[in-house]
């Protein structure tokens, strides 16, 4: 018997993160009782309760079901917590969010797309991609589509696409028939150590592709030659010699037009209206899983056309005459570097003023020196604070150790508030904000800043 029947309650220890919501949303379509805890209320658990789902935001034995069938925790979650520390010590069914992804995808044919970075977006294209154009999936998102407003969405086709997440290994336990590989820049390596232990692990899961499965690699990631599966595809943005790579590139407007080739077939006048030549790339990934199921080529390029992007992924929040506000989840010094040269091919060399949050006190010491390069691109550059999230402080490691690290010395090290009022009172015409901890939840005031 599939394990997913066996479940009528299941409680979510921080349902608010953007897997486990999908996750709850997913048990929620299927008549199941959900219910979960997260520390704080947020947008999405406001809108996880308005479908109905008891949420509760205190550490309390005493709010939590003793019926549950299935405890779903969050790697994120300390393990001295008191509710998951009550279910492990009394016998109740408790998993990772993976093994639950594990039970959905073990009877399904299943897209499953990794990355240290850009696996979001692409996720997101392919089902979009496979909704737009009828086709049909299961979409498990790692951030909310703006086409859809939402994380998730469910098909009576038995086709799962997924975001097939490297942290804590999560992504190891999925069985694709078809893979992408989007980047395996270092990450993570409070979990895995060392940049080669990222690596191997992403070579892992390319061997987890079925026999007679897809794997689509991007082009020029370190050891690439050890990726292999029966149909195996290299990608790119204009590396020519990819498998699939993009030519033709013009910008119109804001939006990128562009022809996809392969050594296979031709796909022109296509039209991306998300902004960054690293979303073009993505594009091009979404646009090989397409193809590889035989999607034709004009339902391709209407759901490219039509794909309004993805939440805090190089999405505006002003765009008028006067002025330009970008939100982007970029925490990488990678990601950095691709939406800053994506923004420079939209707006050229106009002044670039970058509000970064930098997440995690590993992470900022790990790749302290590549944040300062990426940094380094921006004319103007506001440190806040680092975002510690699931870690406590470490002596030495702060957003002034990247500043000392920077070349460029217009860098400020301000506080949120007082980079409200610095952009309040400069009025910029070109800010960009990035971070994946809670800069977001400033975009708004930044926004009244330079609309005021």
């Known amino acids: 018997m599939n394990k997913l029947n066996t479940i009528q309650k299941i409680y979510f220890i921080g349902i608010g993160g953007i897997g486990m919501s999908a996750l709850a949303r997913f048990f929620h379509a299927r008549g199941v009782q959900v219910s979960g805890y997260d520390k704080t209320a947020t947008p999405l658990t406001k809108e996880l309760e308005q479908t109905g789902i008891a949420i509760h935001y205190e550490e309390n034995i005493n709010l939590i079901p003793t019926d549950a069938d299935v405890v779903v925790y969050t790697p994120a979650i300390p393990a001295a917590h008191a509710e998951l520390v009550y279910y492990r010590e009394h016998g109740f069914e408790v998993v990772k969010r993976s093994d639950v992804l594990q039970w959905i995808t073990e009877a399904s044919y299943n897209i499953c797309v990794g990355g240290t970075h850009g696996k979001t977006t692409v996720t997101t294209m392919i089902g979009h991609l496979l909704r737009h ?219 670039l003023t970058l509000v970064f949050q930098p997440h995690l006190f590993s992470r900022t010491q790990d790749l302290a020196d590549g944040f300062a390069r990426s940094l380094d691109m921006a004319d103007e550059i506001i440190l806040l604070p680092i975002y510690p999230a699931r870690e406590l402080p470490m002596p030495g490691v702060s957003s002034a150790m990247l500043a000392e690290r920077m070349e460029n010395k217009k860098v400020a090290l301000l506080e949120k508030q007082e980079m409200v009022d610095r952009i309040r009172n400069t009025k910029p015409g070109l800010v960009v904000m990035a971070g994946a901890g809670d800069i977001d939840a400033l975009v708004g005031l930044v926004k009244q800043g330079l609309e005021s």
């Not at 999607?295 to 993805?310: L, M, N, R």
């Open 133 to 351: 154009s009828g086709y049909g999936c299961n979409a498990f998102l790692g951030g909310i589509s703006a086409n859809y407003h939402t994380n998730f969405w469910s098909s009576e086709r038995n086709v799962v696409v997924v975001e097939a997440d490297e942290y804590d290994r999560s992504f190891l336990k999925l069985v694709p028939d078809v893979a992408v590989v989007t980047a395996i820049d270092p990450d993570h390596l409070d979990i895995y150590g060392t940049p080669e232990a990222v690596e191997d692990a992403f070579i892992q899961f390319s061997g987890k592709v079925k026999p007679g499965g897809c794997l689509i690699t991007k082009k020029g990631i370190h050891r690439e030659n050890e990726f292999s599966a029966t149909h195996h595809f290299s990608y790119s943005y204009n590396d020519i010699r990819s498998d699939i790579y993009v030519s033709s590139l013009t910008v119109q407007q804001g939006s990128y037009h562009f022809t996809v080739r392969s050594t296979q077939w031709i796909l022109e006048n296509v039209v991306l209206h998300m902004g960054g030549l690293h979303n073009v790339e993505n594009a091009v990934a979404a646009i090989a899983v397409a193809k590889y199921l035989g999607i034709e080529d004009e339902k391709i390029k209407a759901a490219i056309a039509d794909f309004k992007g993805v939440r805090r992924r190089f999405e505006y929040a002003v765009k008028n005459n006067n002025h330009v506000l970008i939100d982007d989840y970029a925490h990488h010094p990678e990601e950095l570097k691709a939406l800053i040269s994506g923004v420079r091919s939209i707006y050229g060399e106009q002044q």
